[in-house]
């Protein structure tokens, strides 16, 4: 673990400080601090605020790097995942080296932890989860990185995943996925019994892709909640994109919040341009951990999207209708500390005690910093600089 003297910075958009870290931690907050021997970097009056935090992205599926690929499809699901599922070795898409690829380029933009799933399916057996565990072990101490075993082409209609599942839990995934069960497997009680037993099995969170619209998302999420309440899974489990919770009458959208904050249940969301989402306020306000990611970027399902969670806050405030200031301030506590509530991951802060994973913004304020396109100064990961000026301190592949 590493000492660090950074001076000239503005903690949270407040009055120029220096922090001292050592160890990896946060030591000290305070104007003049002077420790001998310590590195010292110069923050040049930046904000800076604690490591962004990716809340759901896919590792194994992009084609940043590769040649353009012109062979997307339509927009139903099902033939985007089998395109995705049949073009991977076609496309020679080398999971270690676009995984790698996709967390390098997030470490240089300011995320010092990410959630991807990571596809599990009986064409690919656990070969696409090999080479993320690759890339996590490639850069450790530089990024964070939790694993979903997802299993994105179904659970119950095609058998064989299930105990792929459980492999991919045994070699090293953290937390179990799941998949539209009313609509995907058409057989909720099944995906949803199966995956919460895994998850009891391996002691392990859960996170439920849920695209579901109205009224029969509504149906599966109560179903996800009824399991959490009774088998005492509070505080594990997260469901991703949860469409439905903008899509069916306000008073079922309150009550359903409710409930979700009351159990404890986080709440993903990634600003989905051309879905219905639900408001990052109301959930906020209702008590709910949410948190944000850029889901897959430019990948075999779509051209979108940039390795970097201050261009999704963007997307998510537009999204989200956000103009006043403290929108914007709401929307960059989701993108890093409340984010990391939501995954898991404790008293991520810019305070005395907190780990030193830490993001310098330029800006005049908080509010300011999220509309800048501007480059990160510096990132820094357990006390270590791990980027300058947007660039990570190692090669992508
Ligand atoms: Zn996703």
């Given at each position: 673990m590493t000492d660090l003297l950074l001076k000239n910075i503005r903690p949270m958009g407040r009055e120029?400080?220096?922090?001292?870290?050592?160890?990896?931690?946060?030591a000290e907050i305070g104007a003049g601090l002077d420790a001998p021997g310590v590195v010292v970097e110069d923050g040049q009056n930046a904000l800076v605020i604690p490591g962004l935090v990716e809340a759901h992205t896919h590792l194994d599926k992009t084609t940043w790097g590769m040649p353009w690929y012109a062979g997307r499809k339509g927009g139903v699901l099902q033939d985007l995942i089998d395109n995705e599922r049949n073009e991977r070795v076609p496309?020679?898409?080398d999971v270690h080296r676009q995984s790698m690829r996709h967390a390098i380029a997030l470490i240089g933009t300011g995320t010092t932890h990410i959630r991807t799933h990571v596809d599990i399916d009986t064409d690919h057996g656990l070969s696409l989860l090999e080479g993320v565990l690759?890339?996590?072990e490639a850069l450790a101490g530089m990024i964070d990185i939790q694993i979903v075993a997802f299993p994105q082409s179904g659970l119950m209609v095609r058998p064989g995943t299930l105990e792929l599942l459980d492999a991919a839990m045994a070699a090293g995934a953290d937390i179990v996925g799941g998949l539209d069960p009313s609509s995907m497997d058409r057989d909720p009680k099944g995906q949803l019994d199966a995956i919460f037993a895994l998850a009891q099995k391996h002691d392990a969170p859960i996170d439920i892709h849920l695209h579901e619209p109205g009224e029969l998302g509504a149906f599966t999420m109560e179903l996800i909640l009824e399991r959490t309440q009774a088998l005492g899974m509070q505080g594990r489990v997260g469901v991703s994109h949860a469409f439905h919770l903008a899509m069916v009458p306000p008073a079922r959208i309150e009550a359903l919040m409710e409930r979700i904050a009351a159990l404890d249940v986080s709440i993903y969301s990634t600003g989905h341009p051309s879905a219905n989402v639900p408001s990052l306020k109301a959930m906020r306000a209702a008590g709910i951990r949410v948190g944000i990611g850029c889901d897959g970027i430019r990948d075999t399902w779509g051209p979108w999207g940039e390795p970097?969670?201050?261009?999704?806050?963007?997307?998510v405030g537009m999204k989200n209708g956000f103009r006043r200031d403290e929108e914007l301030e709401l929307l960059l506590d989701t993108a890093s500390g409340a984010g990391a509530a939501s995954i898991g991951?404790?008293?991520?802060?810019v305070a005395v005690g907190s780990a030193a994973?830490?993001?310098?913004?330029?800006?005049?304020?908080?509010?300011?910093a999220v509309v800048l396109q501007e480059p990160r100064p510096l990132v820094i990961k357990g006390?270590?600089?791990?980027?300058?000026?947007?660039?990570?301190?190692?090669?992508?592949?």
């Open positions: 120029t400080a220096d922090i001292l870290i050592r160890d990896g931690k946060i496309l020679g898409l690759k890339t996590r970097d969670m201050m261009h999704r806050a963007r997307i991951v404790a008293g991520h802060a994973d830490l993001t310098l913004l330029a800006g005049e304020t908080l509010a300011h006390g270590a600089v791990v980027a300058r000026a947007g660039h990570a301190v190692i090669e992508a592949p």
